[in-house]
């Protein structure tokens, strides 16, 4: 099995302070486990505090979003080379929030995953049907177009440095999770679409982890499917007993 990957992506919460108070007492719960790789996504002001709260443990940091230039006028947006300088390692690339709120397209997320990943940031690369999608039964022609737009013939070399987070728009901060045996069914499309695109012992190292209203009640049987990696956390990493309950499922 792969190592279990819990990721938080705290959205726009949290200020300064709460942020590095959370991450001293994930720290101290967590703070040196081999058997989890235990990954917070703080907004962009808290990134460089937290990076230094957590140094020396084993817990990693993570952006929540990046621009795909380097550097430029684009007022308001953070790169690639920012987030690698405040101590990040990886970053979220197309949250479905992203897609919605801001328009991000397939193309622009995968000049966003080819700017992370020259610059050595490892992206959580976010795709998921809508509830209309879903009803009508496009969910693997939908999850497959973001797949193969998203990466859009990355190399090999570049895709084993890819977690893909299959996040299904409709359970996202609703309290409705997909069924374990639904998100199962969608996990084993992708790792069979990435299988055919590359190779399948590329598609057997690869992350694939679940999103959407991930609580400490369904954890267990989320991790439980063969093709779940891990999971993103939104609203339930906010909260550190329940966060730590969802890491140690
Ligand atoms: P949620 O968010 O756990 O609050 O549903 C998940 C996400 O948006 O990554």
């Known amino acids: 099995m792969r190592r279990p990957f819990i990721a938080g992506n705290w959205k726009m919460h949290k200020t300064i302070r709460e942020a590095v108070d959370f991450a001293q007492q994930l720290i101290t719960v967590c703070g040196q486990s081999a058997e989890r790789m235990v990954i917070v ?32 006028a684009y007022t308001g947006e953070v790169s ?3 987030l690698v300088d405040a101590g990040c390692e990886y970053a979220i690339v197309g949250h479905s929030e992203r ?11 995968h000049r966003k995953l080819k700017s992370a990943i020259s610059l050595g940031l490892l992206p959580i690369f976010c795709i ?15 999850v497959e177009q ?8 990355l190399t090999t070399d570049d895709i084993r440095h890819v977690v893909i987070a299959y996040e299904p728009v409709w359970a996202i ?5 997909a069924t374990p045996e639904q998100a199962q069914g969608v996990h084993a499309y992708i790792r069979e679409v990435i299988g055919k695109t590359y190779a399948d012992h590329v598609s057997g190292i690869i992350a694939i982890i679940y999103g959407g209203s991930v609580n400490p ?8 499917q063969p093709d779940i990696d891990g999971v993103l956390v ?3 990493s906010l909260d550190i007993e329940s966060f730590i309950k969802i890491i140690q499922f």
Do not use: C, W, Y
């Open 41 to 72: 996504a703080p907004p962009f002001t808290a990134l460089s505090a937290v990076a230094e709260a957590l140094r020396g443990s084993s817990i990693h940091l993570s952006a929540q979003n990046l621009h795909d230039e380097p550097a430029g």
């Open 80 to 82: 690639a080379k920012m």
């Open 99 to 109: 897609r919605a709120l801001f328009g991000e397209k397939n193309d622009f997320i």
């Open 128 to 142: 998921g049907e809508t509830l209309e999608e879903r009803d009508k039964e496009q969910t693997f022609t939908v």
């Open 146 to 153: 973001q797949l193969k737009e998203g990466l859009n013939n």
């Open 173 to 177: 901060g609703t309290g409705r999770t």
């Open 217 to 224: 009640g369904n954890i267990g049987g989320l991790m439980a």
């Open 234 to 236: 939104g609203g339930a």
